[in-house]
């Protein structure tokens, strides 16, 4: 029998509310148990608890570079562009309050690496990134009419990135 772990992910914002994420598909590696996800908005962070079991595969990579298609992902203390081998992977919408206004983005790709450690990635086929020297890389969601969504990886964390709004 599989162990099912409380596998935590945090996106950093000063002044989040109401984090919320539904997942709308998921994926895990053959003979894992899937126990869902939840959230929380906790001070400056909203919080996604996958309760799964953790086994990498290639397949649910596969499954993770399908879902962002054309899009763009970004890892946690990772170089790479796209993970080798994800213990799970799930899409859905992200939706969260800041100043006073709602933001709703959606085909959020988000999986769990399976490495050395259990990084985490996330990505979608409407967002867009780029590599920096200093910050490592920046990923913006642009399906959002108002406002770009964006995503730094923490190069220090296997576990965090910073979110943040750029109105338009």
Known sequence: MTKIHDN???LNMSGIANFQF???EHCITTGQTWGGVS???LPEQGEIIVKAGRSGSEEVA???????FQGSSLGCSSSSSLPKKLNFA?????????????YIVENVVIGQ??????TWWIGGPEMTGIDTPIMGGILCATNHPLARVCFSEL???I????MGVFTL
């Open 8 to 10: 935590e992910f945090y």
């Open 22 to 24: 539904e997942v709308s």
């Open 39 to 41: 959230t929380k908005t």
């Open 62 to 68: 596969k499954w993770f570079k399908d879902k962002v």
């Open 90 to 102: 799930f899409i859905g919408t992200m939706s969260f309050e800041h100043t006073q206004k709602t």
């Open 113 to 118: 690496g399976h490495s050395t450690r259990n």
């Open 155 to 157: 190069l220090t964390s």
């Open 159 to 162: 576990n965090k990135m910073s």
